[in-house]
């Protein structure tokens, strides 16, 4: 069974900077898409990014566009978030997902594998 679990969530400071992990373990997932979501209290679960195999990449333009990498070592099965330039908007409690297809998505239905999720939280 695939599992996915998400690190290196926190509390920091507005401006301040943090790198997402997540990784696959329990299967296979050659060819998926992997994406990040994230969830503030009382919002709904709200697309971040998503990143295909061969590495084709969509951001959520508004919110992460230009602060946020997202990018993916197949051969460790982890896929990360690199979150720069962190505001108090961004907390939320990230997840990490996989797509039971490939090609790009921000549908959160469309994944089929979610890890548990990690808190990020940017104070002012």
Known sequence: QVRLVESG???VQAGDSLRLSCIQSGGTLIGYTMGWFRQAPGEE???VACITWSGGIRYNTDSVKGR???SRDNAKNTVYLQ???LKPEDTAVY???ARGYRG???TAREYAVWGQGTQVTVSS
Do not use: D
Request: with cysteine; aromatic share 16%.
């Open 104 to 106: 790009s998505s921000s």
């Open 45 to 47: 679960r709200e697309f």
């Open 95 to 97: 997840y990490c997902a």
């Open 83 to 85: 979150m720069n330039s």
């Open 9 to 11: 969530g926190g509390m």
């Open 68 to 70: 946020f990498t997202i």
